[in-house]
C-alpha cells in the first residue's frame, strides 16, 4: 500500500471539500479502493499506486480549476471527476488558451472539446456552410452557438440568426396558451439555454430587444435575405426538403450557416420526410460546403449517454440485419 499527501494551500479548502464534506464523498464515490482523509489542507490518499495516480490526476485538475475562478458548483466538480478522457477534462482547465472560443458570464471558457468538435470549428473559418450531424449530447448545437456568439464578438458579423423547425417531439402538445413568443419558447429553448453559458443577462437582453441575436423558428425565415450574419438551423432532421432549399437560400453576403441535426431523431409526420439527408447528399462536393459527422465518442453530456447511443445503435443494426 501507498501514501501520498495532497496540498490545497492555493486554494480556499471549504470550496474543495464543499458544505458537509459533500464534494470529499463525490471523491471517495470516485475512487471507492482508495482510503481517503482530508486534514486542514491536506489530502491524505491510501492504496494501490495506480489508483493514487489517477485520483492525485483529478485532484490537480480540480484545483487548477478552483485557482483559476475561485469557486466550483458540486455540479462541475461531479463533471470533472466524470470526465474520463482527456478532452473532457480539457474544457474546464485551459491547456492552450488560444482554442477558447467565447468566455462566459461565470468565467467558464467555451470551447471545442473532441477531435470533431475542433473539426467544426476548423472547417468553419474555412467554408462559409457547415452540416454538423450526429446524435444527442455530441455538442453541434452547442459548438454551432459558440461559433456564432464568437464572430458577433469579434465583429465579423452583425447578428446571430437561431431558428429551428417547430415540430412535436413525439407527444402531442395540443393547443399552446400565451401569445405568440411564449407559444414558439419551448421549441427554442436549447438554444436559450447555450447563449445563457455563453452571454451575460443583460447583454443577451439588449441583444435580443434590438434583434442582434434573433431566434424564430424556421418558418419565420421564408422571404428573407441574411445578409452579415451568423445563421444556425438546429434540429435539422425535422426540416423537409423544401424548408432546408429555403433555409439554405436566406443565405446573403458576409454571412455563415451551420445546419445541425440528428438522423435518428426524426420527429415528422410518417408522410413527410427528413430534407437533411437529401441535402447532405447533393451538396456533398461543392466547395465552400464541409461535413461533419459526429458519433458517441463526441458525447460530452452524462457519461451514460455514450453507453445509451451504443445500446440504440446496436438494437437498429440488428433489426435492420
Do not use: W
Not at 480539457?90 to 491547456?95: G, I, K, P, S, T
Not at 452540416?131 to 469579434?154: D, E, H
Not at 399552446?176 to 447555450?194: H, Q, S, V, W
Amino acid at each position: 500500500m501507498t501514501e501520498t499527501i495532497i496540498n490545497l494551500e492555493s486554494v480556499n479548502p471549504l470550496e474543495f471539500f464543499g458544505v458537509n464534506n459533500g464534494k470529499l464523498d463525490l471523491l471517495k464515490k470516485k475512487f471507492p479502493l482508495l482510503k481517503i482523509l482530508s486534514r486542514g489542507t491536506q489530502i491524505k490518499l491510501s492504496g494501490a499506486p495506480e489508483q493514487i495516480e489517477a485520483a492525485k490526476e483529478k485532484i490537480e485538475t480540480l484545483i487548477q480549476y478552483l485557482e483559476r475562478n475561485g469557486h466550483m458548483s458540486q455540479h462541475y466538480f461531479e463533471q470533472i471527476l466524470g470526465g474520463d478522457d482527456a478532452e473532457a477534462v480539457d474544457h474546464f482547465v485551459e491547456r492552450n488558451p488560444n482554442e477558447v472560443l467565447v468566455f462566459g458570464p461565470n468565467g467558464k471558457s467555451v470551447r471545442a472539446r473532441t477531435a470533431n468538435q475542433k473539426l467544426m470549428v476548423s472547417k468553419s473559418e474555412k467554408n462559409d456552410v457547415i452540416f454538423a450531424v450526429g446524435p444527442a449530447g455530441t455538442g453541434k448545437t452547442y459548438t454551432a452557438v459558440a461559433l456564432a456568439v464568437r464572430a458577433l464578438k469579434n465583429k465579423m458579423v452583425k447578428k446571430i440568426i437561431l431558428t429551428r423547425p417547430a415540430v412535436e417531439a413525439g407527444e402531442s402538445l395540443g393547443f399552446l396558451p400565451g401569445d405568440l413568443k411564449e407559444k414558439i419558447d419551448p421549441y427554442l429553448r436549447p438554444l436559450y439555454d447555450a447563449l445563457d453559458d455563453m452571454l451575460p443577462a443583460d447583454k443577451l437582453n439588449y441583444y435580443m430587444s434590438t434583434r442582434v441575436i434573433e431566434i424564430a423558428p424556421l418558418a419565420y425565415m421564408r422571404g428573407r435575405t441574411l445578409d452579415n450574419a451568423y445563421i444556425i438551423l438546429d434540429e435539422a432532421q425535422n426540416a423537409t426538403d423544401l424548408q432546408i432549399k429555403m433555409f439554405l437560400t436566406r443565405i446573403g453576403a458576409n454571412a455563415k450557416a451551420i445546419i445541425t441535426g440528428d438522423l435518428t431523431q426524426v420527429d415528422l409526420p410518417k408522410n413527410q420526410r427528413s430534407g437533411l439527408e437529401k441535402a447532405i447528399r447533393i451538396l456533398r462536393n461543392i466547395d465552400g460546403i464541409a461535413h461533419i459527422a459526429l458519433d458517441e465518442e463526441d458525447v460530452v453530456r452524462h457519461r451514460l449517454v455514450k453507453a445509451i447511443i451504443r445500446a440504440y445503435d446496436r438494437e437498429n443494426n440488428s433489426t435492420h440485419a
